[in-house]
């Protein structure tokens, strides 16, 4: 019986030192520096948050569906995304009230890696709701919220909103950003339905104010990656309205205007060539509506280009058709080309890419560790007792003669 205990209190101790062993080899690994990493790996569930202790410009945002990404239903699920930042550091944004956030659609990491910005929503018991834009410095975890000043409105079922802002691209400053805010819904003519309407704006972060720089519209189906891009030069964008492509300067002055159609697609927000003379158009072969998984994963795309002072076809680098359910243009390098993802702009006009993979830490942590850590404690605890008081309960005492 003896022996049994010892070999069991042995096992327990060999655990804790396997368990030490395992998180100090995943104790954070190789720095990037200023390079995109070559592979990733997937941040611990309890991965601390970039305002517990800010990892600094960020190389990249990532997210997905893992444990990491997704919390545990009913508990800690909410939207997360990681921030690798250059020093190989995983740090979370997290997002409450979203169950998935998509890093270079619904948060957009700016051009030097410095700040990252998404659309936030606060409601209350009266069941008003208030939309904005929320940026966090990744050097500092400050977060600022912009309404852009823009007044309250109805949008249905008894509901308000402020007007702004969902982000769609950072200007190449890192001064304002593309944003898409919300009117009023109304009712369509001769009906009563109503309906949502919207219009693009710039938004300026210094001043906190909206420039508009289109009409209002119906709200289209335009995917979020599509809502538009700036020019290298930063005075001039090409925005998404329907099948629509339009390229105006930052007063919202039209230069020219072309149909894509319904397979067609502005690329990404890095849809313009490093030298502002092209830009990349992301067209679709596959099933377009009410795709089940089989059929979104069988898409394919290929990339053809526009000239971006006509809005002509033009000839670029020729690129191998792509299967995947969706593509998004990061942007483009000065020597090639390269689950969710947005890339500091910096890094990618620089072509600095390659750098080593860096490793989540497992600390520091989140408190929800506790959750994990306090009952595996616990555990380890109660079973050592038990393994002492057994022991001692065989021990046999020793006779001493004289």
Same mark, same amino acid.
């Given at each position: 019986?003896?022996?049994?205990?010892?070999?069991?209190?042995?096992?327990?101790?060999?655990?804790?030192?396997?368990?030490?062993?395992?998180?100090?080899?995943?104790?954070?690994?190789?720095?990037?520096?200023?390079?995109?990493?070559?592979?990733?790996?997937?941040?611990?569930?309890?991965?601390?948050?970039?305002?517990?202790?800010?990892?600094?410009?960020?190389?990249?945002?990532?997210?997905?569906?893992?444990?990491?990404?997704?919390?545990?239903?009913?508990?800690?699920?909410?939207?997360?995304?990681?921030?690798?930042?250059?020093?190989?550091?995983?740090?979370?944004?997290?997002?409450?009230?979203?169950?998935?956030?998509?890093?270079?659609?619904?948060?957009?990491?700016?051009?030097?890696?410095?700040?990252?910005?998404?659309?936030?929503?606060?409601?209350?018991?009266?069941?008003?709701?208030?939309?904005?834009?929320?940026?966090?410095?990744?050097?500092?975890?400050?977060?600022?919220?912009?309404?852009?000043?823009?007044?309250?409105?109805?949008?249905?079922?008894?509901?308000?909103?402020?007007?702004?802002?969902?982000?769609?691209?950072?200007?190449?400053?890192?001064?304002?950003?593309?944003?898409?805010?919300?009117?009023?819904?109304?009712?369509?003519?001769?009906?009563?339905?109503?309906?949502?309407?919207?219009?693009?704006?710039?938004?300026?972060?210094?001043?906190?104010?909206?420039?508009?720089?289109?009409?209002?519209?119906?709200?289209?189906?335009?995917?979020?990656?599509?809502?538009?891009?700036?020019?290298?030069?930063?005075?001039?964008?090409?925005?998404?309205?329907?099948?629509?492509?339009?390229?105006?300067?930052?007063?919202?002055?039209?230069?020219?205007?072309?149909?894509?159609?319904?397979?067609?697609?502005?690329?990404?927000?890095?849809?313009?060539?490093?030298?502002?003379?092209?830009?990349?158009?992301?067209?679709?072969?596959?099933?377009?509506?009410?795709?089940?998984?089989?059929?979104?994963?069988?898409?394919?795309?290929?990339?053809?280009?526009?000239?971006?002072?006509?809005?002509?076809? /033009?000839?670029?680098?020729?690129?191998?058709?792509?299967?995947?359910?969706?593509?998004?243009?990061?942007?483009?390098?000065?020597?090639?080309?390269?689950?969710?993802?947005?890339?500091?702009?910096?890094?990618?006009?620089?072509?600095?890419?390659?750098?080593?993979?860096?490793?989540? /830490?497992?600390?520091?942590?989140?408190?929800?560790?506790?959750?994990?850590?306090?009952?595996?404690?616990?555990?380890?605890?109660?079973?050592?007792?038990?393994?002492?008081?057994?022991?001692?309960?065989?021990?046999?005492?020793?006779?001493?003669?004289?």
């Amino acid at each position: 019986m003896i022996m049994a205990m010892r070999k069991t209190l042995a096992a327990l101790i060999f655990t804790g030192v396997v368990f030490a062993t395992v998180v100090r080899l995943v104790d954070g690994g190789p720095a990037p520096g200023d390079t995109v990493p070559d592979g990733l790996t997937l941040p611990w569930m309890w991965q601390a948050t970039v305002q517990q202790d800010p990892p600094g410009p960020a190389s990249m945002l990532a997210g997905g569906d893992s444990l990491g990404f997704r919390g545990v239903e009913d508990y800690d699920a909410e939207g997360k995304v990681a921030a690798v930042g250059r020093g190989g550091d995983y740090r979370m944004l997290l997002y409450a009230g979203w169950s998935t956030v998509t890093p270079g659609q619904d948060v957009l990491l700016s051009p030097d890696g410095r700040s990252a910005a998404q659309g936030y929503l606060a409601g209350s018991t009266a069941g008003e709701y208030a939309e904005g834009l929320d940026v966090v410095d990744l050097t500092t975890g400050r977060s600022t919220k912009y309404t852009g000043g823009l007044p309250a409105v109805a949008i249905g079922y008894g509901l308000t909103a402020a007007g702004c802002c969902a982000p769609a691209a950072w200007a190449p400053d890192g001064r304002s950003l593309l944003v898409e805010t919300t009117a009023a819904d109304v009712r369509k003519p001769g009906t009563a339905t109503l309906e949502s309407r919207s219009r693009l704006g710039l938004l300026d972060l210094a001043t906190n104010t909206v420039l508009p720089i289109g009409a209002e519209r119906p709200a289209d189906p335009v995917r979020q990656a599509s809502r538009g891009a700036f020019a290298p030069d930063g005075q001039h964008l090409v925005v998404s309205e329907g099948d629509r492509l339009r390229l105006i300067d930052r007063t919202g002055k039209e230069s020219w205007t072309t149909t894509l159609g319904d397979r067609r697609y502005l690329a990404g927000a890095g849809a313009f060539s490093a030298d502002g003379a092209r830009i990349a158009i992301a067209e679709l072969t596959g099933c377009l509506d009410r795709c089940d998984r089989d059929a979104l994963a069988a898409r394919t795309w290929e990339v053809s280009y526009l000239d971006a002072a006509t809005g002509q076809p /033009a000839t670029g680098p020729d690129l191998p058709a792509v299967t995947a359910m969706a593509i998004r243009a990061l942007g483009w390098t000065r020597s090639g080309d390269v689950t969710t993802m947005d890339v500091a702009a910096d890094l990618v006009r620089a072509g600095s890419f390659g750098g080593p993979a860096p490793r989540a /830490a497992a600390f520091p942590a989140r408190p929800v560790v506790w959750w994990v850590v306090a009952p595996a404690a616990v555990l380890t605890a109660v079973a050592l007792l038990t393994v002492w008081l057994v022991i001692r309960r065989h021990r046999r005492p020793v006779l001493i003669s004289d």
